[in-house]
């Protein structure tokens, strides 16, 4: 047998290989394209249009020669037969095998124009492999090439994902080998296009109207077909055509970008291989005229005579009527091709009818003659599990290849016509013979039939003679293959043992896009395999069958892992499953480990207990701490979940604490994600079980964040912070699910009558199914009828002998309230990870439970008195993190009337309360922080400032006008005008000087954030009013709380502001400081100039500003600065000299960029134009380029 490469062939080619003496088979397989139709076929076409020929697949890679030469044979015969002269398909044959292809590719190009379409040719040409070679070594002797023979083609590429870098080794020269795979990898990638074409195909094609409504939109005109992707597609693209042809430029571009999902600068991007149809303008003048359309058929091989047909389907008879125009030949060919879409899809139904006659046959047969049950000798199989009995049948029965003879059936595209009425024969036959030649249903039936005896002929020759004479039969058996094709199989267990032979070899020649279809196979003969080494041999390919599995491909192979472990049980699990997971814990490739870590979550049911609790887990933990792809560890914590559900050995508690904190402090957030969504609640619900999750799961973590914020005291670990307190707001839910069932109402619920269906709002959003409340206690019914119970045991029967609510009351909210005390108020993230715990917390212990037990307990500590606040005899409470904690974790979990006023009023006493005891208002500016993120609160906020602007006290009314500097960055403009400015200008009149200086920064961060023209033209006239009114002029707070704001918002600010307002008043301070007599007023506006003029270096400073006040303002700063700080003094002497150097250079800038602009833009008018573009400009070079480009 000549050596073939397998990935040049087809099937059907490699059968010409073996026997060249037998002509090629009429009936192919699906992937070799449809054979054409016999000489005698009324449905070919006439002589002179192109006769149907034996046609190349569109996927093969290289022709062989033999196939061609049967073709044009064919193609000669039928031509023959019609009409003497040559057809299109036989010159062009004859072209591409005398390898004439550039006469060829003239000749199929002149086709086109003329409107013609070969398929030969067309097939040849838009195959790349016919046009390539293997460079480097020559080709076998045998090797078959394309029609047209080798042609050169520019070596291949290697791309990283087409190196296997483990091929790169030192143990020889391996380039052949190298040049094989890649070469190999390129082919495979190239089917893998042709097969997303193909299902890309498949899947328009499944979206076509079905006949019978065909039928029906035929029949019932007023019934419009919905138009299909295709025609949608084809149709844009006329019209496109037709408004680009017809100067409809601008509705041609708007055309385009609704339909931006299609290229509309290429014919081909409508569809594979769809001639183009002409365009709207040909379609109107011949719309009486019936045209061509291009239909989606394929080349099938039909033979139903042409008396079958009825009599309208064919208006004229082609073989008798020669002279027909070409028009009706066009309309007699589509006609046909319409017809034979029907018959094809009568054809399937009738498949499918058949294939359901033919189930209840077998069912029948078995029923009459069903076999022992001592025949399906299966072992200990059936004992393992009870549920593998119906699976072990069903295999068997599926693997008895003999039992029925079933009719060749494929997706309805590559059988005859007339096979339809073939089953039909099969099925009658079958059922004649029944009764004198019963078929064979059991293993001992197929051992105990009699040797099949054939007619002997009355000739007298010699042993030998007859041998010899037989040996020019050319069969091969003295190969491998060969020998599996001469014996049949007569019995399941040889059945297994040939699948277990063939399997592997099979395996490497199959497309890697299409490997799992082999999965179901490779599983059912793992299954029943006799032989341990081979089935551990066929287990080992299921998990190296594809090499980087997709995630469809690994939920298939997931699925017959599953399977297995079902039909063979937990031993065959553990010995033959877990060391392939076992073997690729380590492989290169994270999408095979991927497929380990998930294996062990799903196998985690079927295996043996010890083994769950022992090697499976010390797997996940491995894989967690060493693999580096976030994907794998993501699926390891998930798998560790599961583990969690089906692990009973409580000595492992500690274990799964420990992986919990190890996964938890995971650098990946999709990693900590899965923890909460899967493993917490998993490891909560084993600890409920254990009696644990109260007792010493919360109680750790709580040890632990105490533990942290002792050692935090000069430095938090805020990360490690949010890591517990994560955990323990992921606890929440199981935690008051052990509540509820340890109730002393659990023995009263009644899930009969009308139970109320539980508010969409009554418990916080879970993270995961496995969080829901309901789902840890069973059902939605089972928990409104517990929380009818609850509400009402909290609100009228008290919490007697309730151990577990106690526990919480008792034990677990004291130790929280503790805990927040301690925290850092001004680390905002602290303060918002402890709200949302305590919103969670009483969102999920419900209203009744936060009214009566979370806030007396915050009450009893946050007495609102100033000895609350005597920081001297450490009763500091309200300057603590419990304020914000309690105003925005617990006051705004429900938004009702009374909870409003409640926060307001709570909100008003605390700011009276810190302001009248001169206490640091950082817990009041940590609340309005936390509600200002949110802007359901601001009205409430406003009120509450409102309060204090009208307060009687001065210290009250400037704490209020400190408090509008925090809100007024997330308050919308229109609150900010109408509320908050009418606000400040009533304190900016108070009174009290301290109260006018308190207003300032709020002024600052309005002039930062706000871009209405007159509300900043109303705050610069009140900050002007402070800066030149005599009354401040000795104010030295106020000029500080000036320079300072200016500073901070200076840089943000709108540069206008900046250059007209802020620079100018800041020359002017530090120009009056000069003549300053007191020093250490000097010294501290000195120092906080130096700050602001620092900041204000950074921004973009037009040259007339520079000049007139930055640089004079720097160096009256300067002249400050000799006397008082020597070392800002060199500070300030080279920011003066960067500043003198950027003018002179910006000054020849502008007098070579004014020559150049005069040059070429004269006008106003040009100059205008030329400004306006250039502000306009990004930083982007291409547009820079752009504004200097001559308008086309």
């Not at 003679?465 to 058996?477: D, E, G, P, T, Y």
């Not at 380990?596 to 079927?606: F, I, K, R």
């Not at 602290?830 to 307990?857: A, D």
Request: a negative charge.
């Amino acid at each position: 047998m000549a050596s073939v490469n397998p990935f040049n062939l087809s099937d059907s080619e490699e059968e010409a290989e073996r026997r060249p003496n037998e002509t090629v088979d009429t009936e192919r397989s699906p992937s070799d394209g449809a054979p054409g139709p016999p000489p005698g076929n009324p449905f070919s076409p006439p002589a002179d249009a192109e006769p149907p020929t034996l046609l190349l697949s569109s996927n093969r890679t290289s022709p062989s020669g033999e196939g061609i030469s049967v073709s044009v044979a064919a193609t000669s015969a039928m031509a023959g037969s019609a009409e003497t002269r040559v057809s299109v398909d036989v010159i062009a044959a004859q072209l591409l095998r005398d390898q004439y292809i550039l006469t060829a590719l003239e000749f199929y190009t002149e086709l086109l124009e003329a409107g013609r379409e070969l398929p030969r040719l067309r097939d040849y040409f838009s195959n790349p492999g016919n046009f390539e070679r293997q460079s480097g070594t020559p080709p076998a002797k045998d090797q078959v090439f394309g029609p047209g023979g080798p042609l050169n083609r520019a070596g291949s590429i290697s791309t990283l994902d087409s190196l296997d870098f483990a091929r790169y080794s030192d143990d020889g020269n391996r380039e052949s080998d190298e040049r094989v795979a890649v070469l190999e990898f390129e082919l495979r990638k190239a089917k893998e296009t042709i097969q997303a074409l193909r299902a890309n195909l498949t899947q328009a094609a499944e979206s076509e109207v079905p006949s019978q409504e065909r039928k029906n939109f035929k029949s019932s005109p007023e019934i419009q077909e919905p138009i299909r992707p295709l025609e949608k597609r084809a149709l844009n693209f006329l019209v496109n055509e037709y408004l680009l042809k017809n100067e409809y430029k601008l509705s041609s571009i708007t055309f385009s970008d609704e339909n931006d999902d299609q290229d509309f600068e290429l014919w081909d991007d409508v569809g594979l291989n769809i001639p183009k149809p002409p365009d709207l303008l040909q379609l109107y003048r011949n719309c009486g005229t019936p045209l061509p359309s291009p239909r989606d058929t394929v080349d099938v091989s039909v033979g139903v005579d042409f008396g079958d047909l009825p009599g309208n389907c064919i208006a004229q008879d082609p073989p008798k009527k020669p002279d027909l125009s070409q028009q009706q030949q066009t309309e007699v060919v589509q006609e046909l091709e319409y017809q034979i879409s029907l018959l094809n899809n009568e054809k399937q139904s009738l498949a499918e009818q058949i294939k359901k006659l033919q189930s209840e046959i077998q069912t029948l047969k078995r029923t009459v003659s069903s076999p022992p049950p001592a025949t399906l000798d299966l072992g200990s199989q059936n004992t393992t599990n009870p549920s593998s009995s119906t699976t072990t049948n069903t295999s068997s029965t599926a693997l008895l290849p003999v039992s029925c003879p079933q009719p060749p059936t494929d997706n309805g595209q590559y059988l005859d016509i007339r096979g339809v009425s073939e089953p039909e024969t099969v099925l009658n036959s079958a059922s004649t013979q029944n009764t004198s030649h019963p078929h064979p249903q059991s293993h001992s039936k197929l051992k105990s039939r009699p040797p099949v005896q054939f007619d002997q002929p009355n000739r007298k020759l010699s042993p030998a003679f007859l041998q010899a004479l037989l040996s020019f039969c050319r069969m091969c058996s003295d190969s491998r293959l060969g020998a599996e094709v001469s014996r049949i199989a007569d019995s399941e267990e040889s059945v297994m043992l040939m699948l277990g032979r063939c399997l592997p070899h099979i395996v490497p020649n199959v497309l890697l896009a299409k490997r799992e279809e082999l999965i179901p196979l490779i599983l059912c003969t793992a299954c029943l395999h006799p032989e341990p080494k081979e089935r551990d041999q066929l287990l080992h390919i299921l998990f190296n069958l594809i090499k980087r599995p997709d995630d469809e491909q690994r939920q298939m192979i997931l699925t017959g892992c599953v399977a297995f472990a079902r039909h063979v049980g937990p031993t065959r699990v553990e010995a033959e499953l877990l060391p392939q997971c076992w073997e690729q814990i380590n492989h290169k490739y994270p999408e095979r480990r991927l497929l380990v870590a998930e294996s062990c979550g799903a196998l985690a049911p079927y295996l043996p207990k010890e083994i769950r609790s022992s090697l499976v887990l010390s797997m996940l933990q491995q894989m967690l701490t060493e693999d580096k792809a976030d994907m794998v560890r993501e699926a390891v914590v998930k798998s560790l979940g599961i583990i969690m559900g089906y692990i009973d050995d409580p000595d492992k508690y500690s274990q799964g604490f420990e992986l919990m904190l190890l996964s938890l402090g995971d650098p990946s957030e999709r990693v900590v994600s899965a923890v909460h969504q899967v493993f917490i609640p998993a490891f909560a619900a084993w600890t409920t079980e254990l009696g644990t999750l109260h007792t010493a799961l919360i109680p750790s973590l709580l040890a632990r964040i105490e533990k942290l914020l002792m050692q935090g005291e000069h430095g938090l670990d805020e990360h490690k912070l949010h890591v517990f307190l994560s955990a323990l707001q992921s606890l929440i839910p199981p935690l008051f699910a052990v509540v509820l069932q340890n109730a002393p109402f659990t023995s009263r619920v009644k899930l009969h009558g009308d139970i109320p269906a539980i508010e969409v709002t009554r418990f916080p959003r879970p993270a995961s199914p496995l969080q829901d409340v309901a789902t840890i206690i069973g059902s939605r019914e089972m928990l409104s009828a517990l929380l009818l119970l609850y509400d009402h045991q909290l609100e009228h029967e008290g919490t007697t002998g309730w151990d577990s609510l106690l526990w919480v009351v008792n034990q677990l909210l004291p130790q929280l309230i503790e805990i927040v005390g301690r925290i850092n108020v001004t680390s905002s993230t602290c303060v918002h990870e402890f709200s949302r715990f305590f919103w969670r917390f009483c969102r999920t212990f419900g209203k009744i439970f936060t009214n009566t037990k979370v806030k007396p307990q915050f009450q009893e500590i946050l007495r609102l008195s100033e000895e609350n606040v005597d920081v001297s005899a450490g009763n500091d409470i309200l300057t603590k993190a419990t304020v914000p904690i309690y105003a925005t974790g617990v006051l705004t979990c429900y938004n009702q009337e009374e909870d409003r006023k409640l926060l307001v009023g709570f909100l008003e006493d605390v700011m009276t309360t810190l302001s009248l005891s001169h206490a640091p208002l950082d817990s009041l500016k940590a609340s309005f922080v936390e509600l200002g993120a949110n802007p359901v609160y601001h009205e409430l906020l406003l009120t509450v400032l409102w309060y204090g602007v009208v307060h009687t006290s001065a210290l009250v009314r400037c704490t209020a006008a400190r408090m509008f500097e925090l809100l007024v960055k997330g308050v919308n403009e229109t609150l900010v005008a109408q509320r908050v400015v009418p606000a400040l200008i009533t304190l900016s009149s108070d009174p009290e000087i301290s109260v006018r200086i308190s207003t300032i920064p709020a002024f600052g961060t309005i002039m930062e954030t706000v871009t209405q023209k007159e509300l900043l033209e109303r705050v610069k006239m009140q900050l002007a009013s402070f800066l030149e009114d005599p009354q401040y002029q000795d104010q030295h707070s106020l000029h500080m709380e000036i320079i300072r704001t200016f500073g901070r918002v200076g840089p943000n600010a709108e540069p206008r502001f900046r250059d007209e307002f802020v620079l100018p008043h800041l020359h002017k301070l530090a120009l009056a400081n000069n003549s300053q007599t007191v020093e250490s007023k000097r010294i501290d506006i000195a120092t906080q100039l130096f700050e602001a003029y620092s900041a204000l270096s950074c921004c973009f400073i037009s040259e007339e500003v520079m000049v007139n006040h930055f640089l004079p303002g720097l160096r009256c700063l300067r002249a400050d600065m000799e006397q008082l700080s020597p070392e800002h003094e060199v500070i300030l002497s080279s920011m003066i000299k960067e500043c003198e150097i950027k003018v002179e250079n910006r000054g020849m800038a502008d007098a070579q960029g004014s020559m150049s602009i005069a040059s070429s833009l004269v006008g106003e008018d040009a100059k205008t134009k030329f400004l306006s573009k250039m502000g306009q400009l990004t930083t982007s070079g291409a547009m820079l380029a752009n504004v200097f480009q001559r308008k086309k």
